[in-house]
Nanobody, 122 residues
Framework: VQLQASGGGLVQAGGSLKLTCAASGRTFRSIAWFRQAPGKEREFVAAVVKDGGRKFYGDSIKGRFTVSRDNAKNTLYLEMNTLKPEDTAVYSC??????????????????WGQGTQVTVSS
């Protein structure tokens, strides 16, 4: 199993970026994005559950980020709009088979990608 995250970079506040997480090896019930800024705890960003395509978002990014999943490609996308300096973090994708009530808990994800840096300048 491999997760390959890409799409990070440097952007000015108010700008946009799109992250991609390509999973290989098997299909997963849930693929999610988490982020971690220096000195802060890991934070849930978004996830999509395979069955039914239900989407979940963290409170701090609701209305600005959109998550989507291409099941045929086993790939997760994160469109990030109206970026703020506080969105600066390493964004990592994770895959697993959690129950619905646990999709935002990083502990339930067994597989993790390498992370991609997102930096938003003010």
């Amino acid at each position: 199993v491999q997760l390959q995250a890409s799409g990070g970079g440097l952007v000015q506040a108010g700008g946009s970026l799109k992250l991609t997480c390509a999973a290989s090896g098997r299909t997963f019930r849930s693929i999610a994005w988490f982020r971690q800024a220096p000195g802060k705890e890991r934070e849930f960003v978004a996830a999509v559950v395979k069955d039914g395509g239900r989407k979940f978002y963290g409170d701090s990014i609701k209305g600005r980020f959109t998550v989507s999943r291409d099941n045929a490609k086993n790939t997760l996308y994160l469109e990030m709009n109206t970026l703020k300096p506080e969105d600066t973090a390493v964004y990592s994708c994770a895959a697993g088979d959690p129950i619905i009530s646990a999709v935002s808990a990083f502990e339930v994800y067994r597989y993790w990608g390498q992370g991609t840096q997102v930096t938003v300048s003010s």
